[in-house]
Nanobody, 121 residues
Framework: QVQLVESGGGLVQAGGSLRLSCAVS????????MGWFRQAPGKEREFVAA????????YYRDSVKGRFTISRDNAKNTVYLQMNSLKPEDTAIYYC??????????????WGQGIQVTVSS
């Protein structure tokens, strides 16, 4: 059973930064890709960023490119999402997810509980 626990969310002013972390247990961490998703009130959950098992390939949705950076530390079984230049439209519950394979396209079959990120204008 894979367990994912997010941390690092909170309230920040527009233009500020936050770093989300997701600690993973229960699976060989480096063997699978990891992703971050988000869901804003009244909207569908959407993909934000992903990284392959080895950490050499990343992928982002267009609206966060240049502002967000996904990374992973396979020695610590942790994936990160560094979020800079935050905008009010980034406000959402953020979820980390583990893929079934090492490729960032997934599919993703294990999810964290989610963590709130609120960006004030």
């Amino acid at each position: 059973q894979v367990q994912l626990v997010e941390s690092g969310g909170g309230l920040v002013q527009a233009g500020g930064s936050l770093r989300l972390s997701c600690a993973v247990s229960g699976r060989t961490f480096s063997a699978f890709a990891m992703g971050w998703f988000r869901q804003a009130p009244g909207k569908e959950r959407e993909f934000v960023a992903a990284i392959n098992g080895g950490g050499g390939t990343t992928y982002y949705r267009d609206s966060v490119k240049g502002r967000f950076t996904i990374s992973r530390d396979n020695a610590k079984n942790t994936v990160y999402l560094q979020m800079n230049s935050l905008k009010p439209e980034d406000t959402a519950i953020y979820y980390c997810a583990a893929a079934k394979t090492s490729h960032y396209t997934g599919p993703y079959d294990s999810w964290g509980q989610g963590i709130q990120v609120t960006v004030s204008s």
